[in-house]
């Protein structure tokens, strides 16, 4: 595991909520003390850390990612409505304070080197992801379709599936962030969607079983 350069960063736990690099994450900003917080990120480099929050066990995510400020729209109460992106991942070595609001010493993280050719791995997992999109739209009667710029690249595709997929992939997100190689993040998300698709691909047979019988 690759991990870099040591500073301090902002940090916005959230319920259930795990940002990948290069997704796009919209966020109301009304707490006092994430006000402060967006404040001092807008007059420094527009960035905080987005980490998990988990309600259940009470506990945050030792890795998240940072988020940089896009757009940024203030209302008269100081609320405000922002647009972020997903940057760079990072592991919290320590919680610097608390308030007004937390600041963690942190890392940034970075995938190692694949050794193995992973764009078969990569191809597979955009034919699993096309037959679980179009499985889907089967199923609920309306076309869905994948976006044009989807990442060709194994590393950003491998993040795009993170980060934009429910269900199975959903329940596992905060593990594909975590995992260092390339190779397995693919390598899990093949499993999920081939899961996902066999599911679908029954349920389909099924309804269309019904179909003909009512027909």
Known sequence: MTELAVRELPLFPLPDVVLFPQEVLPL?????????????????DRRFGVVRWDPESKQMAQIGCCAEVLKCETGDDDRSNIVTMGQQRFRVLEIVREAPFMVGLVSWMEDEPPVDDIQPLASDVQVALKDVVDLSAKLLGHKTVLPDDLP????????????????????????????????????????????????????????????????
């Open 152 to 215: 060709d690249l194994p590393r950003e595709l491998s993040f795009w599936v993170g980060g934009h997929l429910g269900g199975a992939v959903a329940d596992h997100q905060q593990q594909l962030l975590e995992l260092t190689s390339t190779g397995e993040r693919l390598q899990l998300e093949f499993e999920l969607l081939d899961h996902t698709r066999r599911q679908l691909a029954a349920r389909t047979v099924l309804k269309d079983t019904f179909k003909d019988l009512e027909g």
């Open 28 to 44: 109301h900003i009304f707490e006092h003390r994430y006000r402060m917080m967006l404040h001092t990120v807008l007059d420094s």
